[in-house]
Every structure is written in structure tokens, then in C-alpha cells.
């Protein structure tokens, strides 16, 4: 029973570091830095999850969102849609740009990967 315990403790320390080693090896540029920026402030509130069980209003972004095509990303930042602000009077030529490289450095879920 005790050693159960310990068996537990020793894995739960083991993921921990492994989640954070994961979260810091990414590299990116400057211009990526700045894109996620923006898109904590602007796109995070319905695009990023607040808590693990809350679910976001919009659809969560990563390299594969708008057919992974930058243009169709880009029409729908600027002019939104029924349910999302457009963003043409908001945000600059190159923040949109920033926010589309970051995005584009977002991996797919294993999960969305699967329910497609
Ligand atoms: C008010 C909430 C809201 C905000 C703020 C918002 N979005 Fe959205 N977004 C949505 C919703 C909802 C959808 C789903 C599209 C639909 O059903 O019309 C969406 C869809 C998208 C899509 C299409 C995804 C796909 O693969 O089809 C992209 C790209 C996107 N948003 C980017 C952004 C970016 C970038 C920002 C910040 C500049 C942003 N959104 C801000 C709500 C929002």
C-alpha cells in the first residue's frame, strides 16, 4: 500500500516536469512572441480555454484552423463572422500577420486530430 504511494508520487513528479519541459521548448521568433501577445489580448477570451473544463466560445486555433490556408485565416480576422468581430479597424496589416504566424506554430490536439 505504501509503496503505491510512493510509486504515484514519483509519476505525478515525473509528468509535472515533463508538461513544463514541454511548455519551454518551443522557440519563437519575435514576431511569433508578439502574434501570441495579441492573441492572449484580442482572441484569447473566446479562443483560448480559461480552465481545462471550461469550453471556449470559439474554436480552438492551431496550424490546421481555417484549412491551414494564412488567407482564409486573414478574410476571417478581418471580417469575422456571424458569431466573430471583425478585426480589420482594430488590428494592424502585421499584428494580423504576427497572430497568423503564431497561430501556425500552434500543434493540432491528438484529440481534434482524431475526431476529424
Ligand atoms: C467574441 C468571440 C471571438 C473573438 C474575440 C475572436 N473569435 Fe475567432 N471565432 C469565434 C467563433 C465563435 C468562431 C467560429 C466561427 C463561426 O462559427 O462563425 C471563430 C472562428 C475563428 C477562425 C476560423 C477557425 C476555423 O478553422 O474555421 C479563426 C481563424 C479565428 N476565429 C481567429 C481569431 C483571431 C485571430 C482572433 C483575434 C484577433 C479571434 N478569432 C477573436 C469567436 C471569436
Known sequence: MMRNTVVAMVLACALTTGAAAQS???????????GRQLFAQSCG???????????TYGPPLNKASANANNEVMRIFIMEGSARMPAFKHYLKTADVDAIIDYVRTVPVPAATTAAR
Do not use: Y
Open 45 to 55: 477570451i473566446c479562443h483560448l480555454q480559461a480552465s481545462l473544463n471550461a469550453n
Open 24 to 34: 519551454t521548448s518551443t522557440t519563437l521568433t519575435e514576431k511569433q512572441i508578439h
